[in-house]
């Protein structure tokens, strides 16, 4: 990991902390508006893996372990091994705090193991006041670490752009369509699969081995 993106994730750390800190562990704690929308989008990840036989699951940017209340209160996490990493210190101690030494979380920029899969929720979304190259220097390096950490593949997800003349939120990462898609086909050689139209402005992105 180079410097300057060891100084990001720094900074990423109090960011978060910061809005943890403010509104607690709830969604708007990680940035985001609602429960609902929130569980939407953790389903779409949850579409990479097969529950049908037990596996491992990395959850990389986990928060307070939002994916992980939402497989334990949609009754699959039984067979799911687990492990939550943040960079940010302030969400892995609440996250801590609250499955109370059921689940593992640890501080880190990526997953200390390799697993079946890997997810990632909202981590490449918002840019604060980043540098764009910085910022995607940061996301090619998160796909490469978690291309490494997941056996059968991983999935993420990215805002989609706005339409031409709407006026957007400027601390927001809206990259083209086919951007990283095409650096996990072309650069990591996975296989990749796109999903849009559940309900959100955002693209979640399968690639799989």
Known sequence: MSDAIAALHGRIARYYGAKLARHGPTPRGVDWPSAGTQA??????????DFASPFTLNDLGCGYGALL???RRTGRARGVDYLGTDV????????RALWRGTARFEVGGAPSRVA???VASGIFNVRIDEPRRLW?????????QLAFASRRGFAV???KPLPRGTDDVPELYRPPPRRWAA???????LSVETVAGYGLREVTLFARH
Request: contains cysteine.
């Open 40 to 49: 939407l989008r953790l389903e779409q990840l949850l579409r990479l893996c």
């Open 69 to 71: 209340g939402l497989l």
């Open 88 to 95: 940010s210190p302030a969400m892995v101690a609440q996250a």
């Open 116 to 118: 079946d899969y890997s």
């Open 136 to 144: 995607e220097d940061f996301v090619a390096e998160t796909l490469v």
């Open 157 to 159: 997800n990215f805002l």
């Open 183 to 189: 650096f996990c086909e072309d650069e990591l050689g």
